[in-house]
Nanobody, 116 residues
Framework: QLRLVESGGGLVQAGGSLRLSCTAP????????MGWWRQAPGKEREFVAA????????YYAPSVQGRFAISRDNAKNTLSLQMDNVRVDDTAIYYC?????????WGQGTQVTVSS
């Protein structure tokens, strides 16, 4: 199992930017394909973006394509999500996990709230 800790969320105005981070205390993110998911109030958790081991390959949900960028720094054991031109409907709790998550537990996530 990989314990995951997300950070960087907050309140941002529509059109603004935010950068989320994910670390794995006691684990090694470089061993896994990683991704970001989000869960908005009253909705199911949905896929946002994923990145391969080297960081050279990534893919995105259509709703965030062109606005979000996933990256990783294996030397720093960190996964990131750069969120630009955010929209009100990006409001959600954001989670990182292996891709696919399988049985790996979810962290507590980080809340992103976008105001109009």
């Amino acid at each position: 199992q990989l314990r995951l800790v997300e950070s960087g969320g907050g309140l941002v105005q529509a059109g603004g930017s935010l950068r989320l981070s994910c670390t794995a205390p006691g684990g090694t993110l470089a061993d896994y394909v990683m991704g970001w998911w989000r869960q908005a109030p009253g909705k199911e958790r949905e896929f946002v973006a994923a990145i391969n081991w080297s960081g050279q390959g990534s893919y995105y949900a259509p709703s965030v394509q062109g606005r979000f960028a996933i990256s990783r720094d294996n030397a720093k054991n960190t996964l990131s999500l750069q969120m630009d031109n955010v929209r009100v409907d990006d409001t959600a709790i954001y989670y990182c996990n292996m891709n696919p998550p399988g049985q790996n537990p979810w962290g507590q996530g980080t809340q992103v709230t976008v105001s109009s």
